[in-house]
């Protein structure tokens, strides 16, 4: 089995930055696909920066130029940095991967949530 497990949200002022972990544990042979993705309250759940292999990197144009999207693949962890937060960006944030296990077909895992808040 493979489990995500995001760290680093908090509370924030405006204009500050945080940086969101996610690690993943179990027995991974590849990582095809990473994203970071956000929920509001009372709004639908959608990307924000996305990486894979052929698509590259996506960023939602909301986030463009303040969110940085990083992997290590050997430790099987995906990052996203947020600078210059607003309070807008207050939501749960999630992670995704997408890989491949030895005789499993390709699966797509997601993270718990962690809660970004940032105050005016």
């Known amino acids: 089995q493979v489990q995500l497990v995001e760290s680093g949200g908090g509370l924030v002022q405006a204009g500050e930055s945080l940086r969101l972990a996610c690690v993943a544990s179990?027995?991974?042979?590849?990582?095809?696909?990473v994203g970071w993705h956000r929920q509001a309250p009372g709004n639908q759940r959608h990307s924000v920066a996305t990486w894979s292999r052929a698509g590259g990197t996506v960023y939602a144009d909301s986030v463009e130029g303040r969110f940085t999207i990083s992997r290590d693949n050997a430790a099987k962890t995906v990052y996203l940095q947020m600078d210059n937060l607003k309070p807008e960006d207050t939501a749960v944030y999630y992670c995704?991967?997408?890989?491949?296990?030895?005789?499993?077909?390709?699966?797509?895992?997601w993270g718990q949530g962690t809660q970004v808040t940032v105050a005016s």
């Open positions: 995704s991967m997408g890989v491949v296990r030895v005789g499993r077909p390709y699966t797509t895992y």
């Open positions: 179990g027995n991974i042979w590849s990582i095809a696909a």
